[in-house]
């Protein structure tokens, strides 16, 4: 994967419309340890496959979730073990390709819920992410646009 920026968390009572992160409020000298492996693992998540040219393989198929036309809730279900899986395999493969310390590498990322969204077009979904040195992050993605 191609060296990037890294991105912060928009603060919940910060969030208005479609920002969810941000390049920060202060410079940010380094990001490193857990925070490095959370924004490398969520960059790939939300990046829609196919969306680079030059690195058309990377990414998963979450990203193109945003305005699918799919009604199913099993299937958006499947279709985000499916995006888990492909990223935790393309971040895995980033590790040993980048040397990154054991706070920098994937141990599992899994999913801890899905849940349809009564009021909203979308769902929300918790991701757990474990890195080689047994520290847990919990993210969050929210799809839901208000009806």
């Known amino acids: 994967m191609a060296k990037d920026i ?3 968390g928009v603060p919940q009572s910060d969030v208005t419309g479609f920002k969810i992160f941000t390049f920060g409020y202060q410079t940010a000298l380094k990001v490193d340890g857990a ?3 959370v924004n490398r693992w969520a960059k790939t998540f939300v990046t829609p496959k196919g969306s680079d040219p030059l690195y058309p393989d990377e990414g998963t198929i979450f990203g193109s979730l945003y305005g699918a036309n799919i009604s199913q809730q099993a299937d ?3 279709i985000v073990f499916v995006a888990i899986s492909d990223a935790n395999t393309q971040v895995k493969a980033q590790d040993i ?3 990154h310390p054991q706070s ?3 141990q599992s990322a899994s999913l801890l819920s899905y849940t349809p969204s009564p009021s909203t077009a979308g769902f929300e979904v918790w991701i757990k992410i474990v890195n ?3 520290v847990q992050a919990n993210l969050k993605f929210d799809t839901g646009v208000p009806r």
Do not use: N, P, T
């Open 6 to 8: 890294h991105f912060q």
């Open 104 to 106: 920098e590498r994937l």
């Open 132 to 134: 080689q040195a047994g």
């Open 97 to 99: 390709e980048g040397m």
């Open 35 to 37: 925070q490095s492996l």
């Open 76 to 78: 958006i279900k499947d």
